[in-house]
């Protein structure tokens, strides 16, 4: 089992920015994909972006041009780098890896973008 621990959330205006990180308990060269997803009050875990060790990266159609994922593979760390901020974007934000078929979860993140 992948052991993830994020940080970096917190409170912003909307327009404002956050970067998130998550640090991983093994190599993510070894992690088939790492990624991130998010949990609003009252709704449904939601998927935001994810990357591969290839550097190959998938962005939820709400996220795009605002979001970027990366990765650290010296510091096993990957990033959310959240640019222009909007309300809707409040949540809880969950790093999420996928190792020898079996999924992992870190404990969330809260984020929340005031208007």
């Known amino acids: 089992q992948v052991q993830l621990e994020e940080s970096g959330g917190g409170l912003v205006q909307a327009g404002g920015s956050l970067r998130l990180s998550c640090a991983a308990s093994?190599?993510?060269?070894?992690?088939?994909?790492m990624g991130w997803y998010r949990q609003a009050p009252g709704k449904q875990r939601e998927f935001v972006a994810n990357?591969?060790?290839?550097?190959?990266?998938n962005y939820a159609d709400s996220v795009k041009g605002r979001f970027t994922i990366s990765s650290d593979n010296a510091k096993n760390t990957v990033y959310l780098q959240m640019n222009s901020l909007k309300p809707e974007d409040t949540a809880v934000y969950y790093c999420?890896?996928?190792?020898?078929?079996?999924?992992?979860w870190g404990q969330g993140t809260q984020v929340t973008v005031s208007s």
């Open positions: 990357i591969t060790p290839g550097g190959n990266t």
């Open positions: 093994l190599s993510i060269i070894s992690i088939h994909v």
């Open positions: 999420h890896s996928l190792w020898a078929a079996r999924s992992s």
